[in-house]
Nanobody, 126 residues
Framework: QVQLVESGGGLVQTGDSLRLSCAPS????????MGWFRQGPGKERDLVAA????????DYADFVKGRFTISRDNAKNTMYLRMTSLKPEDTAVYYC???????????????????WGQGTQVTVSS
């Protein structure tokens, strides 16, 4: 079964930076739109950022605009999320997801993404 694997999470302090990575365990997702979602305790799984298959389009949640940057390197079959100026409210499990067959728009709903990783914990202490 195809699986996405996230890495790069950890425990940091307010104001620190982290870079998350996501790569599939098998096959390539170079033709798929991809996204990062996060889910805090007792909360919904929300979109953080999304990127089109070729990197030409990106979309960000308002709460991360100007602080987080999504990118991908299709030659390495890897997607990234650069997080800066981290805040305690950014604490969550971060998931990467893939949506094969780009439809020309970036989906914001988790239900539109077919493949998911197991998540990586990001904890920001105050």
């Amino acid at each position: 079964q195809v699986q996405l694997v996230e890495s790069g999470g950890g425990l940091v302090q307010t104001g620190d930076s982290l870079r998350l990575s996501c790569a599939p365990s098998a096959r390539t997702f170079s033709g798929a739109d991809m996204g990062w979602f996060r889910q805090g305790p007792g909360k919904e799984r929300d979109l953080v950022a999304a990127i089109s298959w070729n990197g030409a389009m990106t979309d960000y949640a308002d709460f991360v605009k100007g602080r987080f940057t999504i990118s991908r390197d299709n030659a390495k079959n890897t997607m990234y999320l650069r997080m800066t100026s981290l805040k305690p409210e950014d604490t969550a499990v971060y998931y990467c997801a893939a949506r094969p067959g780009s439809a020309g728009y970036l989906a914001r709903s988790a239900s539109e993404y077919l493949f998911w990783g197991q998540g990586t914990q990001v904890t920001v202490s105050s």
